[in-house]
């Protein structure tokens, strides 16, 4: 039987010490209903976060306003004690206010978001951060203010690099003007791929794109999935379908499926064994038309 590990999805490089498996994991499921409050079992949400290290996850991408700062708690408890936790990265954003379940404000004023980059390194107890996406573009203040504040973070160390959340490319090139734009993560998955040119424009630019929302909040999995044939003829199940399908759309794709369950999570990476025939990979991609 092969292996179950992420790194036999491969890699992808942000620098020199800055390598990680091409399969992630997300913690927007490690929170109460709604992205609100804590999750039911904390302990099982770090045991979750644990069990990924085991099986080669070395790249998690979190945010305060997941809870908020519940998921963090929770992944900083689960990386404790990781082993070679020197070689396993986070991607963090900010820029995202809550006032309930499900509700979801802007908030990029400049003071804000340094305030965030600070509380959240003392919430996951690291002494910079590997990667801080601009959770959303702030329409009330300035990009060039945004961007320019994590620009600063990043020369004061505390930040490596930047990224961009939900944003055209367009925005993405306005952005390169005050900083360099390292990763994108935008909602894009198989049944999804709207925002096709911003994964080419990623790629041209060498910068790693972080697809959300990567099953469809699950939609793309279970008994009336669109995947369910295909995913019979290679014997493995819908969701590693999904994800092998966005580990071959481009190599600059870091999939960051969330979730709350150790089988689901262990079903997950079981996809860097996966690997679509063209043909399969076509027929997929037309999901979407
Ligand atoms: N930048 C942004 O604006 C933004 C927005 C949304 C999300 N994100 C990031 O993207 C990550 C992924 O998104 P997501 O977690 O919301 O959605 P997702 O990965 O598309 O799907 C998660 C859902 O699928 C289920 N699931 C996961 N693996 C499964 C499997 N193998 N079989 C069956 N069901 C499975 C989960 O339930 P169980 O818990 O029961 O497994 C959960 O309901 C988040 O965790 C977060 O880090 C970023």
Same mark, same amino acid.
């Given at each position: 039987?092969?292996?179950?590990?992420?790194?036999?999805?491969?890699?992808?490089?942000?620098?020199?010490?800055?390598?990680?498996?091409?399969?992630?994991?997300?913690?927007?499921?490690?929170?109460?209903?709604?992205?609100?409050?804590?999750?039911?079992? /904390?302990?099982?949400?770090?045991?979750?976060?644990?069990?990924?290290?085991?099986?080669?996850?070395?790249?998690?991408?979190?945010?305060?306003?997941?809870? $908020?700062?519940?998921?963090?708690?929770?992944?900083?408890?689960?990386?404790?004690?990781?082993?070679?936790?020197?070689?396993?990265?986070?991607?963090?954003? #900010?820029? +995202?206010?809550?006032?309930?379940?499900?509700?979801?404000?802007?908030?990029?004023? /400049?003071?804000?978001?340094?305030?965030?980059?600070? #509380?959240?390194?003392?919430?996951?107890?690291?002494?910079?951060?590997?990667? #801080?996406?601009?959770?959303?573009?702030?329409?009330?203040?300035?990009?060039?203010?945004?961007?320019?504040?994590?620009?600063?973070? +990043?020369?004061?160390?505390?930040?490596?690099?930047?990224?961009?959340?939900?944003?055209?490319?367009?925005?993405?090139?306005?952005?390169?003007?005050?900083? +360099?734009?390292?990763?994108?993560?935008?909602?894009?998955?198989?049944?999804?791929?709207?925002?096709?040119?911003?994964?080419?424009?990623?790629?041209? +630019?060498?910068?790693?794109?972080? /697809?959300?929302? $990567?099953?469809?909040?699950?939609?793309?999995?279970?008994?009336?999935? $669109?995947?369910?044939?295909?995913?019979?003829?290679?014997?493995?199940?819908?969701?590693?379908?999904?994800?092998?399908?966005?580990?071959?759309?481009?190599?600059?794709?870091? /999939?960051? $499926?969330?979730?709350?369950?150790?089988?689901?999570?262990?079903?997950?990476?079981?996809?860097?064994?996966?690997?679509?025939?063209?043909?399969?990979?076509?027929?997929?991609?037309?999901?979407?038309?």
């Amino acid at each position: 039987m092969t292996e179950l590990n992420a790194a036999n999805a491969g890699t992808y490089k942000f620098d020199d010490q800055f390598i990680v498996n091409r399969l992630g994991y997300g913690t927007m499921q490690l929170t109460g209903k709604g992205t609100w409050g804590p999750y039911s079992d /904390p302990a099982h949400a770090a045991d979750v976060v644990t069990r990924a290290t085991e099986l080669g996850i070395n790249f998690f991408d979190t945010a305060d306003s997941y809870g $908020p700062w519940f998921a963090d708690r929770y992944l900083a408890d689960g990386l404790k004690g990781a082993a070679n936790r020197d070689k396993i990265f986070i991607s963090d954003k #900010v820029g +995202q206010t809550r006032q309930g379940p499900g509700i979801w404000t802007p908030h990029g004023e /400049p003071n804000y978001l340094r305030q965030q980059v600070e #509380v959240s390194m003392m919430t996951l107890g690291i002494d910079h951060e590997d990667l #801080v996406f601009l959770h959303r573009i702030d329409t009330h203040f300035p990009i060039a203010e945004q961007v320019g504040e994590l620009k600063k973070l +990043q020369d004061e160390g505390k930040i490596k690099h930047i990224g961009l959340s939900q944003v055209t490319v367009d925005q993405i090139k306005e952005a390169q003007k005050y900083a +360099q734009i390292d990763a994108v993560e935008n909602l894009y998955n198989v049944g999804n791929h709207k925002d096709d040119d911003v994964v080419d424009y990623a790629e041209s +630019q060498n910068m790693a794109f972080l /697809p959300w929302f $990567p099953l469809d909040t699950g939609k793309l999995v279970g008994n009336d999935s $669109p995947l369910s044939s295909i995913a019979k003829k290679y014997g493995v199940s819908e969701a590693q379908i999904a994800l092998a399908w966005l580990l071959k759309r481009s190599p600059n794709i870091l /999939p960051i $499926p969330g979730t709350s369950s150790i089988e689901h999570l262990e079903d997950n990476v079981a996809a860097a064994n996966v690997t679509l025939s063209d043909a399969d990979f076509e027929q997929l991609s037309n999901l979407a038309k």
